[in-house]
């Protein structure tokens, strides 16, 4: 007889929360390089009734108007253009790795891979009427596999010991699956505490760049190459939060999930160790044998 879990396909409702995830990654960042992209001043439109501009004032729109068009327009051009590529390389990677964790340990922490309900029911069904005895029960637990299957396990094989004991041998095996469950999440912590870091520095390495180009003169007087200087700096900045915001999100989610998941399968546990227990073997032997010299008394009564 297997038990084995099969669970159908369907979208869990953890997986809308990756979805928002993704809408946000791919929105910020467009929106952001649409923000620098169009700061651009409106050309103004002078009146009809004007006089003809002087050469002078030509010349500075011609100047203005180059300047507009050799400005880069994507966001890739804007990073290369201000040597900010390499400070944006890892917070790129980061989010490739937090994306990667974030679907994984979405799918592991799924509650019918963790505590499938078929399994966990005739489980208990069957130990509750004497079906099981501890080799069936142990193996039982290992066909299926789920980390509630592999700590009703540990509890199994203290069959018939003091209710401490299968406790305690319960806790030891629910702190591995425990374990199990907050693996990787670290990583979704570690990108949402560094992702921002990183922009930083970029951002201040970008400011330093800028300055240096006030103080030998390149920049003196030019306001708009100083000002496209500093907006290609922040851009490291608004990178680093686009990747840690969905990160720190997503880390909290996961993280609540598992302290649900962890509480669900300490008050099944709780079930097992009250139906395998000494104490509740011994106590439903004592309501069995009352219930057969009940039931003899009755019939000796009945026929005499």
């Not at 809308?16 to 929106?31: K, M, N, R, S, T």
Request: glycine share 8%; with cysteine.
């Amino acid at each position: 007889m297997s038990w084995k879990y099969i669970a159908p396909l369907r979208l869990p409702r953890g997986h809308f929360v990756a979805i928002i995830v993704g809408c946000w990654l791919l929105a910020v960042v467009p929106a952001v390089t649409f923000a620098q992209g169009t700061t651009e001043p409106a050309a103004e439109t002078e009146p009809e009734s004007a006089a003809e501009p002087a050469p002078v004032e030509d010349a500075a729109n011609d100047a203005n108007r180059a300047n507009a068009a050799a400005r880069p327009a994507t966001l890739f051009e804007k990073l290369t253009a201000g040597n900010m590529t390499w400070f944006m390389l890892p917070i790129v990677i980061a989010s490739i790795i937090a994306t990667w964790f974030s679907i994984e340990r979405l799918m592991v922490l799924r509650r019918r891979t963790v505590i499938p309900y078929a399994f966990v029911t005739r489980f208990l069904e069957h130990l509750e009427q004497d079906r099981l005895d501890p080799q069936l029960a142990v193996k039982l637990c290992e066909e299926n596999g789920s980390p509630i299957a592999q700590v009703f396990a540990h509890g199994v094989r203290k069959w018939g010991k003091p209710s401490v004991e299968i406790e305690q041998a319960i806790i030891d095996g629910g702190e591995r699956q425990v374990s199990n469950l907050r693996r990787h999440l670290r990583v979704l912590n570690g990108v949402a505490t560094v992702a921002p870091l990183l922009g930083l520095l970029g951002t201040v390495v970008g400011m330093i760049m800028a300055f240096d180009q006030i103080a030998g003169g390149t920049a003196m007087g030019k306001a708009e190459q100083l000002a496209g200087g500093i907006g290609v700096a922040l851009l490291t900045t608004a990178g680093g939060l686009t990747v840690a915001i969905p990160s720190l999100i997503l880390y909290m989610y996961l993280s609540g999930r598992v302290d649900i998941l962890v509480m669900e399968m300490d008050g099944l546990a709780q079930k097992v160790v009250g139906l395998i227990s000494a104490e509740s073997l011994a106590e439903r032997r004592e309501n069995d044998r009352s219930s057969r010299k009940n039931a003899k008394d009755k019939v000796r009564a009945e026929s005499a």
